[in-house]
Nanobody, 126 residues
Framework: QVQLVEAGGGLVQVGGLLRLSCAAS????????VGWFRQAPGKEREFVAA????????YYADSVKGRFTSSRDIAKNTVYLQMNSLKPEDTAVYYC???????????????????WGQGNQVTVSS
């Protein structure tokens, strides 16, 4: 399994922006689908976004579409989640996850992914 190391996150005011990164060690993200999930206190982990490895296509939850952008830098083996126009309801612990796959498909189910980052807190204050 690929090791994922996350960075970024923190405290930001409503309407602000943050960028999360997810780096892989020893593997190229070209062979993986990378997903972003978040979990707020008392809630289930929910899908946020994903980028497929071989095609680089992106998928987003309706709640973040138009505000969040997932991208990747293959040379750095890093995937990013750029979060703009942040809202209080975006407050959660954010996780990146990966699954070895050449398909242009990304599941919105957390159980489909088999490697996870450590998680980063994102807090949006009003």
């Amino acid at each position: 399994q690929v090791q994922l190391v996350e960075a970024g996150g923190g405290l930001v005011q409503v309407g602000g922006l943050l960028r999360l990164s997810c780096a892989a060690s020893g593997h190229t993200f070209r062979n993986y689908v990378v997903g972003w999930f978040r979990q707020a206190p008392g809630k289930e982990r929910e899908f946020v976004a994903a980028v497929t490895g071989n095609y680089g296509n992106t998928y987003y939850a309706d709640s973040v579409k138009g505000r969040f952008t997932s991208s990747r830098d293959i040379a750095k083996n890093t995937v990013y989640l750029q979060m703009n126009s942040l809202k209080p309801e975006d407050t959660a612990v954010y996780y990146c996850a990966a699954r070895f796959s050449f398909a242009d498909f990304a599941s919105t189910s957390a159980s489909w992914y088999n490697s996870w980052g450590q998680g980063n807190q994102v807090t949006v204050s009003s």
